[in-house]
């Protein structure tokens, strides 16, 4: 499979909201440099801490939503001991397609988690400027169904800003 998609941050003025109980950290600080924005909730000590990331990145060639999908499935894998897709669903509109989908994972410690992958496309002026926003939360199996509602309503809230101007920051 290909992996057309930069790696690059993108700069796309972004709005969302963050559920309350969640708090915002330096992408770095948690090993996810390729993101531009990751938000972890607590939990009790020795429990996975569950995170949501938002990554942003061109995709200027032709893959359907379905094959990007693949793709973040196939990269996750490869740093997993074990993982099965549960659960796909395509959304959105022609012009702006999307994938949901529910990872079971584990980790080579032997750690079950689950990871819910959202991929969003923003269309560009042309098709080589169209964009992929891949938003994921990933938490142990009980904490997921038990922060899910927050997930859905975080993604729900993501949008382009219309009134964004060069000094502004890139959350809402």
Known sequence: MSEAMTQDRVSLPLGFDIPEGWVPVEPSSVGAEGAVFVAVHSVPDGEFT??????????????????????????????????????????????????????????????????????????????????ILQIACTAAP??????????????????VRRDFTADEGEDS
């Open 142 to 159: 009980e904490t997921a169904r038990r922060l899910g509602d927050d997930f859905r309503r975080f993604v729900a809230s993501v949008h």
């Open 50 to 131: 569950p995170n949501i990331t938002l990554s942003v990145g061109q995709r200027p060639d032709q893959a359907r939503i379905t094959e990007i999908a693949d793709e973040a499935v196939e990269r996750l894998g490869r740093s997993m001991a074990a993982l099965e897709v549960v659960q796909r669903k395509v959304i959105g509109t022609g012009a702006a397609p999307g994938v949901t989908q529910m990872l079971r994972v584990r980790t080579g410690e032997g750690q079950e988690l689950v990871q819910t992958q959202v991929q969003l496309t923003v269309p560009g002026a042309s098709p080589a400027d169209r964009l």
